[in-house]
Structures are given as structure tokens and as C-alpha cells.
T-cell receptor, first 118, second 113 residues
């Protein structure tokens, strides 16, 4: 299965600043997903990022706040813009294996970026 | 739309006790079902999966059976260990190509020696 590396693993940021999170995969994958996990909560999908097309955002998330890049099949970035304390969360990158079965394939996750906003 | 309902936690057990974490789902068609585990300070790891009715997924002593008639995928383990303390997430993948996993709210398991 794919191995996913996320950077940074954690950060403490000032209100009003922006942070870009990087996600590197050790194999080519078609579909990459970005999730947010607020303290003590489940995972909420922010957007789906496919190479060569604009990211698709879920309800409640907008491109101006969470711009995403997907320049190739092994890399993506998520930027959290103009941060406020409410953005303090774990941000997780996830990919789905390429292979027969499509949506039957599991998703794999990076270790996440733990973000605290002061 | 599709959804997953998981039993609320936290679940607190003594070592070697039997574990059940309930998970039910709502979906059109025939989704694939997954259990993930999140240890403190880490990301999510796939624990087991089942892709069709009556399939049983198993890993590390954990088991779950895909029950279409009850739309359930309960996680069980016969004898838990302290090292099993973690948050467990039930998830489904719909048949729609290109869609992400839908997660339950997670159940925190705490095992004491």
C-alpha cells in the first residue's frame, strides 16, 4: 500500500497567517483527499484533489480558505489561509490505492499535521 | 445520503475482556465497509475491510462481518490488550466512483491492566 509523508507534522501559528501542508506519496495515485479532524472529533472531508483538474470542495469549505494544488500524481499541498483559532485541528492527507476494485479499495492516511492557532 | 453510525464511547475494558463496537450504515447499493484505528498522535491505519455481504474481515485478532440484512459491521475482539487502546472508526465507501470514505464519529477504547 502507498506510504504517505506529510510535512510539517505539527505547527503553532499566529492568527491571520497562512500555512501550506505538503503531502508526498511513494507511488502514483489518482485520487487524493484532504480531511480535517477537530479535537476529539471524526474526520470531515475538505476536498478531493485529482491531478490535472481543480479540486472539488465539500459543503462548508471554499477554495479561498483552503487552496489546494495537485501538480502531479505523487504530490499535493493544502494551504490553510488567514488562520483563526477555529482552524486548530489535525489535517490529514489520504489516498486511494490504484487497482481493480475502484471504490472497494481502502484509503491510506498520512500521520497528519497538528495545527494550533494562537 | 450515505452515513455511518457508531456506538458512542468511551469504552473502558480490563485486559483480556471481550470487545464489541457497534457500527451500522445507511447506503444505496452495496458499499464497501472498513474499520480504521487511530493510535494517540498518529494518523489512521486500516484495520480490516469487507467488500460484500457476508464477508468477514479480520486482522490482529479483530473481526467484523458485513451483515446486509441488518446493515451492520460490528467490530469484535475476543481478548483485548492494553496496546489496543485507541480510537476506532467505522467507514464506508459508496459505489460511486471517485468518492471519499464516509466515517463514523469514532469510538475511544481504553484498556487497563
Amino acid at each position: 500500500s502507498a506510504v504517505i509523508s506529510q510535512k510539517p507534522s505539527r505547527d503553532i501559528c499566529q492568527r491571520g497567517t497562512s500555512l501550506t501542508i505538503q503531502c508526498q506519496v511513494d507511488s502514483q495515485v489518482t485520487m487524493m483527499f484532504w480531511y480535517r479532524q477537530q479535537p476529539g472529533q471524526s474526520l470531515t472531508l475538505i476536498a478531493t484533489a485529482n491531478q490535472g483538474s481543480e479540486a472539488t470542495y465539500e459543503s462548508g469549505f471554499v477554495i479561498d480558505k483552503f487552496p489546494i494544488s495537485r501538480p502531479n500524481l505523487t504530490f499535493s499541498t493544502l494551504t490553510v489561509s488567514n488562520m483563526s483559532p477555529e482552524d486548530s485541528s489535525i489535517y490529514l492527507c489520504s489516498v486511494r490505492d490504484r487497482g481493480v476494485g475502484g471504490s472497494n479499495q481502502p484509503q491510506h492516511f498520512g500521520d497528519g499535521t497538528r495545527l494550533s492557532i494562537l | 445520503g450515505d452515513s455511518v453510525t457508531q456506538m458512542e464511547g468511551p469504552v473502558t475494558l480490563s485486559e483480556e475482556a471481550f470487545l464489541t463496537i457497534n457500527c451500522t450504515y445507511t447506503a444505496t447499493g452495496y458499499p464497501s465497509l472498513f474499520w480504521y484505528v487511530q493510535y494517540p498522535g498518529e494518523g489512521l491505519q486500516l484495520l480490516l475491510k469487507a467488500t460484500k455481504a457476508d464477508d468477514k474481515g479480520s486482522n490482529k485478532g479483530f473481526e467484523a462481518t458485513y451483515r446486509k440484512e441488518t446493515t451492520s459491521f460490528h467490530l469484535e475482539k475476543g481478548s483485548v490488550q492494553v496496546s489496543d487502546s485507541a480510537v476506532y472508526f467505522c467507514a464506508l465507501s459508496s459505489n460511486q466512483a471517485g468518492t471519499a470514505l464516509i466515517f463514523g464519529k469514532g469510538t475511544t477504547l481504553s484498556v487497563s491492566s
